[in-house]
């Protein structure tokens, strides 16, 4: 959050921090001694329980490349993780665009039922209406990861549009549940070097898919529960959304297809980071 400049014990701690070094230190938090951007203000009591559906549509483009090991000081990636270096029965779970108060809980009630955890990537603009929302799925114990804030095509805006997206969506899950995303994930799948670089700056890694469920089609709840039937696999990594549209399939599959992954043998988790 952004210094009180009226509080001259603030900015004395803060220039503290700057001769001890810490300025050095970049994290999704922000970099020391740069201007960050302000959060919106509050609209009184009740607005961190105030809910709207989501009014944006997404349609992912295919995601790419070999898992490589992260590590505790990030360097900045040519390609996103497309699944988790396993041997073992895992998989792991993802749901974009939330969170949204239609359909998040009833996938969060799915989960809660068959003590899964999951990764949802949120959008800062929902979190901005979902805030409650947020905070019951960290305490239910899911990642949390970074997908923007207005879920747009990032590959084609400038660097400083690119980070304000990443940076201010960062912030708002920090303010929300106390903890900084360690992942991230382009809409639309859509990555290159200026969104590899500013992601990495921010202490993330970048998180693309294995299986696409194309639930965002809202092809059937059938076909949902095939795609993750034919895809799994150790280390695969599957993409489902729970906002952006009608989402009822996507709700009514997992229902469908996680007690037969967990009766067929598979252990469903959350990525791991070395450091985080």
């Keep these: ?18 001769l001890l070094g810490l300025g050095a230190v970049a994290g999704c938090t922000g970099r020391a001694g740069s201007p960050r951007r302000p959060a919106a203000p509050a609209a009184g009591p009740q607005a961190a329980k105030a809910v709207r559906p989501s009014t944006y549509r997404l349609q992912p483009l295919a995601g790419y490349g070999p898992p490589q090991a992260a590590s505790t000081r990030l360097r900045v990636r040519h390609e996103p993780i497309l699944q988790m270096d396993t041997h073992d029965r895992t998989m792991i779970l993802t749901f974009d665009d939330g969170p949204d108060p239609l359909y998040t809980p009833h996938i969060l ?10 990764v949802f990537f ?4 929902q979190v901005e209406w979902n805030k409650d929302l947020l905070r019951e799925i960290a305490d239910d114990g899911h990642t949390v990861g970074n997908h923007t804030w207005t879920h747009p095509q990032l590959t084609s805006m400038s660097r400083s549009a690119v980070r304000s997206e990443i940076e201010r969506t960062c912030e708002i899950i920090d303010d929300t549940i106390g903890e900084p995303p360690a992942w991230f994930r382009a809409p639309y799948g859509a990555w290159n070097r200026n969104v590899f670089r500013i ?3 921010l202490g993330m890694e970048p998180l693309a898919w294995t299986v696409d469920t194309n639930d965002w089609t809202e092809p059937g709840t059938r076909s949902i529960v095939r795609a993750v039937r034919a895809g799994a696999a150790p280390g695969v990594v599957v993409l489902s959304h729970d906002a952006g549209g009608n989402r009822s399939q996507s709700v009514a599959a997992l229902r469908t297809y996680l007690p037969e992954l967990l009766d067929s043998g598979y252990r469903i988790t959350v990525p791991r980071r070395q450091g985080v």
Aim: with cysteine; aromatic share 2%; glycine share 14%.
């Design 1 to 18: 959050m952004k210094p009180d400049q009226t509080n001259p014990g603030r900015r004395a701690l803060f220039r503290g921090a700057a």
């Design 122 to 125: 949120v959008c800062g603009e």
């Design 199 to 201: 992601g990495a700056g």
């Design 109 to 118: 009630q799915t989960l809660r039922e068959h003590d899964v955890r999951a």
